[in-house]
């Protein structure tokens, strides 16, 4: 009885904040985070590994799960089919988001992902940033379904600096904010709301952008202390705008501020406050963040995965993302919360680089390969306009005149590979449109079938050598079906996570589905992944 008593003063004696602290962990999580960080190699956690605080990277990884050998089942690897398929665990072939631009079929026109002509800006900007929404998509997101499983009590935010990498995430029931760059504001569109709400028109107001360009973008440590990385201003390095050489220190202008590290600080920024001001976590239901940090994109084309500028992008990111856990841990306390991050697609090498090192590599540059796919036809047929339009490495056939001339995609296609196969940095040619894909090793056959879409997608798929993009003869980019394009990081944290790591292959259609396994809801009506079973507690 003495020993009874004693507990129950001890236990009258505790603070009421150690006592929340101390109580049962929540049902379900009060807050998802769903972090995607646009052209993340796997690699840069472990490349970078050294210099990351322990808050961020770091922490997910050992407090949380990693998804070591994490792929794109597919391979149109950009960033609107990314940020889509993130999020509803579905293929190009079954959303109609088969890349950021295609030739929409039925139209006859080019279509850009997030395109709405029947929606308009909503807050200062340019009036066509405003014109977008998420109705291209055609199947529902993790977010929609977390939204429905509730019935629309659960909050749904998306923010990113692309229109896309906040539209896709927080799908067709929840709100998105974007970065508009002629203004330095975050708007949305009508299809949304008809204002902004007052915490980001006063967010606006502080005029946060010049405030940070005020300053010079220097290393984050000494320049000498960056040995992962190759030695500054290399001559296939693109400038920043305005700047004459692509050299530390840099002097940032609004014209490039996307490309520095700044965008990604401005980011965490709104999302934080976007968490604040619409108490995020704190109802009776989970709600869902969606955050994409837009600027390693823009500074990976520009540098390439191998300059001390991309390394400095996400050490510095690494901090914004420590500083976001910190506050969440504040906000809503320690395990709580669940947090997933992944990444749209990676990145190539830029060609220069590999040519400098021996590793066989090239560009097309521009519209080149387009242009010889032209070229054979009008030597083999007498008619060029038999191509239609050209995106995604896919060739859009005018089927009317095929059909005139007697034509089949199986005899163009033969037609084209006997050709443009035979010349440096094509691999092969296919016909995407029946699926003809066996030439192909395995391992590839399942990326090309899940990319292809009748309304969306051409007929005819060119598919060049590793290491050979189309692009610019400065910089990098991405898009293919190699790994280098589609091994992109996958870490989960917090609630209802175990602690961990698997080698084995998860692909970045299985994200969804575990999100809905964790939150116990329906899937998203076009997922095609299976849950991960090692990264949730039972």
Same mark, same amino acid.
């Given at each position: 009885?003495?020993? +009874?008593?004693?507990?129950?003063?001890?236990? $009258?004696?505790?603070?009421?904040?150690?006592?929340?602290?101390?109580?049962?962990?929540?049902?379900?999580?009060?807050?998802?985070?769903?972090?995607?960080?646009?052209?993340?190699?796997?690699?840069?956690?472990? #490349?970078?590994?050294?210099?990351?605080?322990?808050?961020?990277?770091?922490?997910?990884?050992?407090?949380?799960?990693?998804?070591?050998?994490?792929?794109?089942?597919?391979?149109?690897? !950009?960033?609107?089919?990314?940020?889509?398929?993130?999020?509803?665990?579905?293929?190009?072939?079954?959303?109609?988001?088969?890349?950021?631009?295609? @030739?929409?079929?039925?139209?006859?026109?080019?279509? @850009?992902?997030?395109?709405?002509?029947?929606?308009? +800006?909503?807050?200062?900007?340019?009036?066509?940033?405003?014109?977008?929404?998420? #109705?291209?998509?055609?199947?529902?997101?993790?977010?929609?379904?977390?939204?429905?499983?509730?019935?629309?009590?659960?909050?749904?935010? $998306?923010?990113?600096?692309?229109?896309?990498?906040?539209?896709?995430?927080?799908?067709?029931?929840?709100?998105?904010?974007?970065?508009?760059?002629?203004? $330095?504001?975050?708007?949305?569109?009508? &299809? &949304?709301?008809?204002?902004?709400?007052?915490?980001?028109?006063?967010?606006?107001? #502080?005029?946060?952008?010049?405030?940070?360009?005020?300053?010079?973008?220097?290393?984050?440590?000494?320049?000498?202390?960056?040995?992962?990385? /190759?030695? %500054? %201003?290399?001559?296939?390095?693109?400038?920043?705008?305005?700047?004459?050489?692509?050299?530390?220190?840099?002097?940032?202008?609004? /014209?490039?501020?996307?490309?520095?590290?700044?965008?990604?600080?401005?980011?965490?920024?709104?999302?934080?406050?976007?968490?604040?001001?619409?108490?995020?976590?704190?109802?009776?239901?989970?709600?869902?963040?969606?955050?994409?940090?837009?600027?390693?994109?823009?500074?990976?084309?520009?540098?390439?995965?191998?300059?001390?500028?991309?390394?400095?992008?996400?050490?510095?990111?690494?901090?914004?993302?420590?500083?976001?856990?910190?506050?969440? %841990?504040?906000?809503?306390?320690?395990?709580?919360?669940?947090?997933?991050?992944?990444?749209?697609?990676?990145?190539?090498?830029?060609?220069?680089?590999?040519?400098?090192?021996?590793?066989?590599?090239?560009?097309?540059?521009?519209?080149?390969?387009?242009?010889?796919?032209?070229?054979?036809?009008?030597?083999?047929?007498? =008619?060029?306009?038999?191509?239609?339009?050209?995106?995604?490495?896919?060739?859009?056939?005018?089927? =009317?005149?095929?059909?005139?001339?007697?034509?089949?995609?199986?005899?163009?296609?033969?037609?084209?590979?006997?050709?443009?196969?035979?010349?440096?940095?094509?691999?092969?040619?296919?016909?995407?449109? =029946?699926?003809?894909?066996?030439?192909?090793?395995?391992?590839?056959?399942?990326?090309?079938?899940?990319?292809?879409?009748?309304?969306?997608?051409?007929?005819?798929?060119?598919?060049?050598?590793?290491?050979?993009?189309?692009?610019?003869?400065? $910089?990098?980019?991405?898009?293919?079906?190699?790994?280098?394009?589609?091994?992109?990081?996958?870490?989960?944290?917090?609630?209802?996570?175990?602690?961990?790591?698997?080698? #084995?292959?998860?692909? !970045?259609?299985?994200?969804?589905?575990?999100?809905?396994?964790?939150?116990?809801?329906?899937?998203?009506?076009?997922?095609?992944?299976?849950?991960?079973?090692? !990264?949730?507690?039972?």
């Amino acid at each position: 009885m003495k020993r +009874l008593i004693i507990l129950i003063s001890l236990l $009258g004696g505790l603070s009421p904040a150690f006592a929340q602290k101390s109580s049962t962990a929540p049902a379900k999580p009060k807050l998802v985070v769903g972090i995607i960080v646009d052209q993340m190699r796997d690699e840069y956690l472990h #490349r970078f590994n050294s210099k990351f605080s322990s808050g961020g990277f770091k922490r997910m990884m050992g407090e949380g799960f990693t998804c070591r050998n994490n792929q794109y089942h597919y391979a149109s690897t !950009v960033t609107g089919p990314g940020h889509a398929h993130v999020f509803t665990g579905s293929s190009p072939a079954i959303s109609g988001i088969v890349g950021n631009d295609w @030739y929409e079929k039925p139209i006859g026109k080019k279509m @850009y992902v997030a395109a709405d002509s029947t929606v308009s +800006l909503v807050g200062e900007g340019k009036a066509s940033a405003g014109k977008m929404s998420p #109705r291209n998509l055609k199947v529902t997101t993790i977010t929609d379904q977390l939204r429905v499983a509730t019935q629309f009590r659960s909050k749904v935010i $998306g923010v990113a600096f692309k229109d896309r990498g906040a539209i896709m995430p927080a799908g067709h029931t929840g709100q998105a904010y974007w970065f508009d760059g002629s203004s $330095g504001n975050w708007i949305t569109s009508t &299809y &949304y709301r008809n204002d902004l709400p007052q915490w980001v028109k006063d967010f606006n107001t #502080r005029k946060l952008p010049a405030e940070y360009i005020a300053q010079k973008w220097d290393y984050l440590f000494p320049d000498y202390d960056y040995p992962e990385s /190759e030695a %500054d %201003d290399q001559p296939y390095e693109a400038p920043l705008s305005g700047e004459k050489s692509a050299v530390f220190p840099h002097t940032v202008s609004m /014209e490039s501020f996307t490309t520095s590290y700044y965008s990604s600080r401005l980011t965490r920024e709104f999302a934080m406050a976007a968490i604040e001001n619409e108490n995020l976590g704190s109802g009776p239901v989970t709600d869902f963040l969606t955050i994409s940090f837009s600027g390693p994109d823009y500074a990976g084309h520009a540098f390439g995965p191998q300059s001390k500028e991309v390394q400095d992008v996400y050490l510095r990111l690494d901090r914004e993302i420590e500083q976001l856990l910190n506050y969440l %841990d504040k906000k809503l306390g320690k395990g709580t919360y669940t947090v997933f991050l992944s990444a749209d697609h990676a990145v190539a090498n830029v060609p220069a680089f590999n040519m400098k090192n021996n590793i066989p590599s090239g560009v097309f540059v521009g519209k080149e390969l387009q242009r010889m796919a032209q070229q054979v036809l009008e030597e083999r047929y007498g =008619d060029s306009k038999i191509i239609v339009s050209y995106d995604n490495y896919q060739l859009y056939l005018n089927t =009317d005149l095929l059909a005139k001339k007697n034509l089949s995609i199986d005899e163009v296609t033969e037609t084209l590979r006997s050709k443009l196969s035979q010349k440096e940095g094509i691999y092969t040619v296919i016909n995407l449109a =029946d699926g003809k894909v066996s030439s192909l090793p395995e391992y590839y056959q399942k990326k090309i079938t899940n990319l292809y879409n009748p309304k969306r997608s051409g007929e005819i798929m060119i598919l060049p050598e590793p290491a050979w993009f189309e692009g610019g003869l400065k $910089g990098t980019t991405h898009g293919t079906m190699y790994r280098y394009d589609t091994h992109v990081p996958l870490l989960f944290f917090g609630w209802g996570i175990n602690h961990g790591e698997t080698v #084995r292959p998860t692909f !970045v259609c299985d994200i969804a589905p575990t999100v809905a396994m964790l939150l116990k809801i329906l899937e998203p009506n076009g997922a095609i992944g299976d849950p991960i079973q090692e !990264v949730l507690k039972k």
